[in-house]
């Protein structure tokens, strides 16, 4: 986004000059001073060269890090056969064609994408879907390819059950098969990466899923060098395996980062307390995973893995979007623990109390998984799922009565079916970056440092530094981010101890002004107290002028309703900023803890709400009518004195 853009949208804010010093002011901060808790340095000096919209004050874009195309065996069963190519156009702000038979559109480009095809039989649907290939000769090419959603249906259930057994032909594996895919991969990665205005990223997704429990990874490599042929989880299903080989890469100079996703139908796997062999972790294993692994995609089409209502019962913002069963099966979630980032986060600290290492130390970012080759989420109001033909209309999606019905009257969709799985999906999410410029240099450094935030699908921005000697006024400063920067860390960060001293922290958030208004931001934070991994949720800001209460860090109710009638929100609530510079009441310099930042906007209808009412039919009674859209910023973590 242009910078004269920017200022255009702010204008209207509330306090215009503090939203816009906190947006566009201040200096950057390296990779290598990170861990300070106050910096010595002023502004770092800009590079002799540099892209336009370059700035040490760093920017905000917006980008999703997880698509799949035609390349992916289940997208092509889905009837999608768009190319990297074209999911690149629409990142843009092209229109495509979807799989239903209609065109969708971005209303806002995005400023970073990277297609990300499953590598396992990456682009082998494709030859065994053209008659004139001999592999559509092979058996099981026979009853694969239909265009009846209950036809496609069976024709995913049996490629899962020939992936999870080893039991597709070997000649979906073939070396050429594998190559000319990966090279469409970069070939369009390369054609469409346009410094200054679109960047765009080589990766892939190792989809590893024991007994169906999801352990997959998005693969990220920072330039064009990259291996020969992605590393699988059909060579191993073991994620160590995968970071031992980017291990393997990095020292021959190809660097990547792996990004785990859906936690939440992982049934507690995916950040359980050993390894996956069984063995206990420890240090080594801990900085083999931080270094290849530092961010989770927190938020998706298919769930929010923040935390869980039985995680967090004293979070009444714990229940968003959750969803409770396998990845593509019909059988629920069952463990938790394990399952949810927080929980994961407050593991990690524990570990690192009683242990000295922790595996867990993740940034967030989110992005769509979309199987319809178009990267970035969907507003509520026009979410048209997201694989293919199987879910493209509303009745597929169960948000509407089936069969014509008017009423929901004798029937109740069942969760663990097709469009009872459907019903849980939401309009999900984007990565937020802050970067110096649009280039795959500088967002790439901005993924590694970890100084990412994710949203539910609205572009908020959201800021957080921690630090010890920010100006008194800094909320009135021209310069608030450059002395944020200069005094403290950016979220992502560690915050070393000084003795005797408590921290402030500088917590802001911006209204995506296509979006709803803000009603409250807040700070979670989680330590350890007495051997015990404890969290609470403290709200910081409230909208409409209305005064926190301090005694139980709540703001109190702004009023904010929807219409349900034609989802119109409440027209005169909810601010378009919230900004604050918060002390934790309940700090204690020998508590070693994290602290990450949660923006909620005013209700909004869900999408199944939309559906139901440009259908003329009341909303599913078993789904929320309405949501808090919402962002995270990644964590500060502080470190005590050991």
Not at 166 to 181: C, D, Y
Not at 183 to 212: C, H, L, M, W
Not at 307 to 330: Q, V
């Amino acid at each position: 986004m242009k910078r004269s853009e920017l200022l255009g949208r702010v204008c209207g804010a509330v306090a215009v000059g503090a939203a816009l010093s906190l947006l566009l002011g201040g200096a950057g901060s390296s990779a290598t001073d990170i861990k300070l808790a106050t910096a010595t340095s002023a502004k770092r000096a800009p590079p002799s060269k540099h892209l336009p919209g370059y700035s040490t004050d760093r920017n905000a874009y917006f980008g999703d890090l997880h698509v799949h195309t035609k390349l992916s065996f289940d997208a092509y069963i889905f009837n999608v056969r768009a190319s990297p190519d074209d999911a690149y156009h629409y990142a843009k702000g092209e229109p495509l064609g979807h799989a239903g038979g209609f065109d969708v559109r971005l209303p806002t480009p995005l400023d970073f994408t990277a297609v990300t095809d499953h590598s396992e039989y990456i682009g082998a649907l494709q030859h065994v879907g053209d008659p004139k290939d001999p592999l559509h000769s092979l058996p099981i090419a026979q009853g694969l390819f239909s265009k009846d959603p209950k036809d496609i249906q069976k024709a995913f259930n049996t490629l899962v059950e020939g992936y999870e057994h080893n039991t597709l032909p070997a000649a979906f594996r073939a070396k050429p098969i594998i190559a000319e895919a990966w090279k469409e991969i970069q070939d369009a990665a390369e054609r469409n990466n346009d410094p200054g205005r679109f960047t765009t990223f080589v990766g892939y997704e190792y989809t590893s899923a024991p007994d169906g429990r999801n352990l997959h990874r998005n693969v990220i490599f920072k330039g064009a060098k990259v291996p020969d042929a992605p590393y699988t989880a059909l060579e191993s299903n073991d994620p160590e395996n995968l970071w031992r080989t980017m291990d393997g890469w990095r020292s021959h100079g190809v660097e990547a980062l792996a990004i785990p996703h859906n936690a939440n139908g992982s049934d507690g796997i995916m950040f359980e307390n050993t390894k996956r062999n069984g063995q206990p972790m420890d240090k080594a294993y801990a900085e083999l995973r931080m270094r290849n692994e530092p961010l989770t995609e927190i938020t998706q089409t298919k769930g929010t893995s923040e935390t869980h209502p039985s995680l967090s019962p004293n979070d009444e913002w714990a229940n968003f979007e959750i969803m409770e069963s396998y990845i593509g099966r019909a059988k629920p979630v069952t463990h938790f623990d394990g399952s949810y980032v927080r929980k994961a986060l407050k593991d990690g600290i524990l570990m690192q109390e009683t242990k000295g290492f922790n595996p867990f130390k993740l940034g967030f970012i989110g992005s769509t998984d979309t199987h319809n080759a178009t990267p970035g989420p969907a507003m509520e109001k026009y979410y048209y799922g997201k694989v293919g033909k199987l879910d493209a209309t509303p009745a597929q999606r169960g948000s509407v009565p089936p069969k014509g019905a008017k009423t929901w009257e004798g029937y109740k969709p069942d969760p663990m079916t097709s469009e009872g799985r459907f019903q849980q999906w939401g309009a999900s999410g984007i990565a937020g970056v802050w970067a110096e410029e649009n280039s795959r240099d500088s967002i790439y450094a901005a993924l590694r440092r970890k100084e990412t935030f994710a949203t539910s699908g609205p572009r908020i921005r959201v800021r957080f530094f921690a630090g010890y000697d920010f100006p008194s006024d800094l909320l009135k400063r021209p310069d608030s981010i450059a002395q944020a920067y200069a005094h403290g860390v950016p979220m992502g960060g560690d915050l070393l101890a000084a003795k005797g001293r408590t921290p402030k922290f500088l917590v802001w958030g911006l209204r995506d002004p296509q979006a709803g208004f803000l009603q409250r931001i807040q700070v979670v934070k989680g330590w350890v107290e007495n051997g015990v991994a404890k969290e609470r949720v403290f709200d910081v800001g409230c909208s409409d002028h209305l005064t926190l209460d301090t005694s139980t860090w709540r703001c109190p109710s702004n009023g904010a309703t929807v219409d349900m009638t034609n989802c119109a929100p409440s027209r005169f609530k909810g601010d378009v900023e919230l900004r604050t510079v918060w002390t934790d009441p309940t700090f204690d310099q020998r508590q070693r803890a994290f602290y990450y930042v949660r923006v909620l906007e005013n209700p909004s209808c869900r999408w199944s709400t939309w559906d139901a009412l440009r259908n003329g039919t009341p909303p599913a009674p078993n789904l929320q009518p309405t949501i808090m859209e919402r962002a995270w910023s990644s964590p500060i973590w502080y470190e005590p004195k050991t």
